[in-house]
């Protein structure tokens, strides 16, 4: 069956770095879009980041511009999300997941269980 | 991009029917038909519930349905059950390719 596990969360000091993966299974990686969401304790959903099936195109939220790359490894059906000058508000349980289709649309299905970031000196 | 609009909290009783809405902007809800909702239950991952404004994935059960008026879209729970208390956030796709979450509703099984 279809699965997407996370890995990579941890403590980080502001300013530090951190590089997410999420391991795919159960579909054709290569064929489709993946997204990062993350979730403060306690509050909303917040996209993050997508990248195309082939890995030609990504596209940011406003407030990683610049400091977040996202990018895949479809060899390895493998999604990576590499985050440098983190801050505080950065801490949030980051998710990945599959759009439910080949093309953009936002429409995520299939989520992991998620990777806690935590950003504190 | 500002989140889209919901309610924080709606309640209803075992077989009622409830609607949350989700408001947003001609740049998103009412510019395309990519709306989607998620159904969140405490410590668990978000799980598709609707997308393309009305479609139910496999599995979700027909007590669930969405819409869309313009910029708001809308979701509709029939029969509620207890199992329907949870956390439901909307979703779109927007005019500049990135997507927007609303803030979510506390849906309470009374």
């Known amino acids: 069956q279809v699965q997407v596990v996370e890995s990579g969360g941890g403590v980080v000091q502001p300013g530090g770095s951190l590089r997410l993966s999420c391991a795919a299974s159960?579909?054709?990686?290569?064929?489709?879009?993946m997204h990062w969401v993350r979730q403060t304790p306690g509050k909303g959903l917040e996209w993050v980041a997508f990248?195309?099936?082939?890995?030609?195109?990504?596209y940011y939220a406003d407030f990683v511009r610049g400091r977040f790359t996202i990018s895949r490894d479809n060899s390895k059906n493998t999604l990576y999300l590499q985050m440098n000058s983190l801050r505080a508000e950065d801490t949030a349980v980051y998710y990945c997941?599959?759009?439910?289709?080949?093309?953009?649309?936002?429409?995520?299905?299939?989520w992991g269980q998620g990777t806690l970031v935590t950003v504190s000196s | 991009q500002s989140a889209l609009t919901q309610p924080a909290s709606v309640s209803g009783s075992p077989g009622q029917s409830i609607t949350i809405s989700c408001t947003g902007t001609?740049?998103?809800?009412?510019?395309?038909?990519?709306v989607s909702w998620y159904q969140q239950h405490p410590g668990k991952a978000p799980k598709l519930m609707i997308y393309?404004?009305?479609n139910r994935p496999s599995g979700v059960s027909n007590r669930f349905s969405g819409s869309k008026s313009g910029n708001t879209a809308s979701l509709t729970i029939s029969g509620l059950q207890a199992e329907d208390e949870a956390d439901y956030y909307c979703?779109?796709?927007?005019?500049?390719?990135?997507?927007?979450f609303g803030g979510g509703t506390k849906l309470t099984v009374l």
């Open positions: 997941a599959k759009e439910i289709y080949g093309d953009y649309r936002g429409e995520l299905v299939y």
């Open positions: 159960g579909f054709i990686f290569s064929n489709y879009g």
């Open positions: 990248i195309r099936f082939d890995g030609r195109n990504e």
């Open positions: 001609s740049s998103d809800v009412g510019g395309y038909n990519y």
């Open positions: 393309d404004v009305s």
């Open positions: 979703s779109s796709y927007t005019r500049i390719s990135t997507v927007v």
